[in-house]
């Protein structure tokens, strides 16, 4: 049985991985839940926005902040570009499902063809540093991207709860029709939104760059974590997101700790498979 | 007809022979390792193909039985030392028993279709890779077959592992063909189309999809047998590659995924474009490529390759193409001789208070009702009240909460829909609900099969009788969206006909027709009835439930108000009350 | 007249649900349009709201052809809806479902008075304005919708079966509130299945048949000629 310090330790581990967990799902949950179309090119755009940001950083002195926002903007027009194609062919949610696969792939393919199946590594001043409490470090950089994703989850809630435009987006989203007959103009709405959640995508790539280890076949690794959070959290909650994130993360680190690394997958697909089966109505 | 098919087979058997006899040539490996992989990808696409293509359900977790196969023949044959040959068939059956279980928890979830399914496999493949990494199975080191011995034919171990290859590609697609011309394929392209109108019109879905995940699974572990001895190294990460997921939807939505040839051809087109060209970091390029083509066919012809091949194939051999005349009618006797009169026998079919509710709202509350042979029952109802509900229940649709329904003595109420449909009870919908990439014809004829029992060549025949009888005979052939409203609901009537039931439940038949078609369907309505069928049907077109019902059953909020002659019930206070509001009520 | 409608024809491919209907609502008139069910009493109010395409006739408001207007732009005009089954946004609190309802600019920037008036039409809302609309029973829900259609500060309301699923009490006080309604200045166009609430309330009355109008004229004529009974009841 593993000490106490290390139980603890790996919570911390775990709720810091679950906030990045939930920033990447946040962009998920809400095409998903909103929009009702299936992006499982969510993490290659995460990804490239990682690569982006590495190589904006090593190659070109561009620093993560500034990178970020490039990638933040350049990924809100791709949202929207993706949902124009997507509205122009009337593409079902299955085919959107398929059709943002095949983007999944052609962007690992692109990854790989530029920058190699080798690992890589965005070493930066902060990178190795943790601020200490007690006996419990908190790596700084895994900090910053769980408040960041804390921040945008809150932001995004009470732009949904509180402002005319996020209650509109959830208005289309339960009855298109009679939404628009109260004057919400869905198209355009949906478009924005769509691009909404492409940059999301980009802020959770800047942070896995920070935080994480590069391989283009990354893209598949994060797949079923990030999907048995957005359904944990329910489809459209950012909260939920969140959530969900911290929950997996959490539970990730301690299997980890306890049991066998290797195992950790395991988790999060078992969880996923469980909802499925026991709870399909959260989906 | 074998006349015409001997060129065919004659085509077959040759081009059999050549490929058998490839590795006794002097053609070079590299060529034959191609051939190989062609033969690979087509029995993985092909199989892919039999439930995702035909019934709809598409996979992401076909590596999961690929998988499976693959470390059971290595396990077997390196740890166990069994016979090489003999694994195969083992390594099929764990798939299929893997497919099946699967299956047998997921097809009895109703919300898990579609993208859930996909993700659901997705899932069970990560799941059993982890497994696999994390035990003996393979532990992380990969599993050598180097040493494991194969018998040689034509002198060589490889030629033998190129014959396998073959003759899994061969297998698979004799399976795929027939599976296509069954009776179980008819069910699941009708599943693909609308799962629950099949369920309704008797297809036996859930045996049918457990049969088709089963037979698919099991394929795409014996080509995982085959497939470890060919590599002799085998590791998690290649075995569950994004590739061995990704590649059989390509290929099959490529090549056209309502048909059996389709997957095969993808398979053909997208290896040579793989594998044609250089390796290397190029490779990577051409797998991009690969996916981009992905979505241009599904933005663009998602109906893949083979419906235009199959055009030019028509216009080329005309007289090879399926014959478009329309079948010999059968004559259908009626049920009972001339059961004009209603009877005082014991009723067809009961509802004894029957409840049926939604989250907090009770759509039928205690509904008792019965059913005489041979009546036409008027069933009528504001809206909300709960016809549709009631309509669903009986055929089982939905299970009911609380109560019975009875059909000639035997109580129904837990049998699933498709039982009850072939016992004699069949309907038609408000809105009509066809099979929309069958033809007119097929639409009946499934009914004619699964609802009515026919065989697959007597059902031809019934089907073109019913068309005929509903005038919808120069229809035949014709698409359900090439036809027009008024057409797309007799073909609901038709379709219902067909299964020869007992008991017909026609909802809402008239509406949007104009007059003249109204008083056709009301005659059609009658003699249906002079035939022997006793009608249960819903109707708002008051002055049609008037000269139709011999009785009327009201209902309102969910409950029974009236139930008698047209008469009695449409001069009910309660009934006077509920339509037009207290002051009319005198 | 506020409100002309002229040959109106709407199809779903097939027979049309309804042909050359054409009806007027006046300033401030309560008028019913009554009928049997699949008469086409849906079909002409939703495609008045823009949901539905309609393929011959006009429509106009207020002088307005309404024929060009994009559908997410028909409520700017003035015309707000109360739908069939009330069509509530489910995941939303009644305020929020309100607010909807006030989304059009003009509407906004009176939120405060119109959700004041909203509160004292219906006293129950203001108690529940933070429970989630898909919880509310039928008549509560009721409630809502109609609230929800007076935030857009509307000329004309559209009331699409109002009375569907409700028991009697609960219509005759929503009833009474329509009333209070048409007396505030707001026109009503009223589609219903029960005849004796929907002509009580009427200024003049029209009935739908198989897509056509058979009869219109003042309520109380209307009722005392047969023509009704033999619509509803087939006699």
Known sequence: MPSLSLIEQSVITGLLTGGLYGLLALGLSMSWGLLRLVNLGHFAIALLGAYLTWFMGTQLGIPPWWAGLIIVAAFFIYGIALHWVFMRFAVTEMASMLITFALAVIIEATLQFIWTADFRRYETAWGSQSWVVGSLYFPKLNLIAFLVAALLAGGTWAWLRYTYVGRAMRACAEDAPIATAFGINHRRLSFMFSGLCAAYAGVAGVFIALVATLAPSQIWAWVGVVFAVVIIGRLGNPIGALAGGILIGVCEALTMAVVNPSWASLVSFSVLIALLLFRPRWV | MSAVRLPVKLGLGLLAAILIAVPATNVPAYYVAFLYLVFFWIAMATSWNILSGFAGYWSFGHAAFFGTGVYTSATLATKFGVPFLLTLPIAALLAAALGAAVGFVVFRIQRLRGELFALMTISVTFVVATIISNTPIDGGSGVYLISVALPEIFGSQNATIYLLGLFMAAAALALAYWVYHSRMGRGLFAIHDDEDVAEVKGVPTFRYKLAAFALSSGIAGAVGGVYSIYVSYVTVGETFEITVIMYPVVMSIFGGSRHWLGPALGAVIVTIALYGFAAGPQAILVRGGVAFGLIVIVLLLPTGVMPSLQRCWARLFPSLAPGRALPEPRAAEPRVPHAASVTALAPLLECRDVWKGFGGVQALKGVTLDVRQGEILGLVGPNGSGKSTLINVITGHFKLDDGAVVFDGTPIGALPAHRIAQLGIARSYQIPRPFNHLTVLDNVALAAVFGGGSSEAAARREASYWLGYTGLGGRAFHLPEQINLHERKFLELARALAARPRILLLDEVLSGLNNTEIDEAMKLILDIRARGTTIIFVEHLMRAVNKLSDRVAVLNGGALIALGTPDETMNDQEVVKVYLGKAHAV | ?235
């Open chain 3, 1 to 235: 007249m506020l409100f002309e409608a002229r040959n109106l024809c709407v199809g779903y491919g097939g027979a049309p649900a309804i042909s050359d209907v054409s009806l007027d609502v006046g300033e401030g008139e309560i008028v019913s349009v009554i009928g049997p069910n699949g008469a086409g009493k849906s079909t002409l109010i939703n495609a008045i709201a823009g949901l539905l395409d309609w393929q011959e006739g006009t429509i106009h408001l207020a002088g307005i052809d309404l024929k060009s207007v994009p559908p997410h732009l028909v409520c700017a005009q003035g015309i707000a809806l109360v739908p069939e089954g009330r069509r509530l946004f489910p995941g939303m609190s009644v305020e929020e479902n309100l607010d909807i309802g006030c989304y059009r600019p003009e509407a906004r920037s009176r939120r405060a008075e119109s959700l004041e008036r909203a509160y004292t039409l219906f006293p129950v809302l203001r108690e529940r304005r933070g429970q989630l609309a898909g919880t509310l029973s039928g008549g509560q829900q009721q409630m809502v919708a109609i609230a929800r259609a007076l935030m857009a500060q509307p000329r004309l309301l559209l009331l699409d079966e109002p009375s569907l699923g409700l028991a009697p009490a609960i219509v005759a006080d929503m009833f009474r509130v329509i009333r209070v309604i048409q007396e505030e200045g707001v026109a009503i166009l009223l589609v219903e299945q029960n005849v004796g609430q929907a002509m009580e309330i009427a200024d003049r009355a029209y009935v739908l048949e198989e897509g056509k109008i058979v009869a219109s004229g003042l309520p109380q004529v209307l009722l005392a000629q047969s023509r009704i009974r033999e619509a509803y009841l087939g006699l």
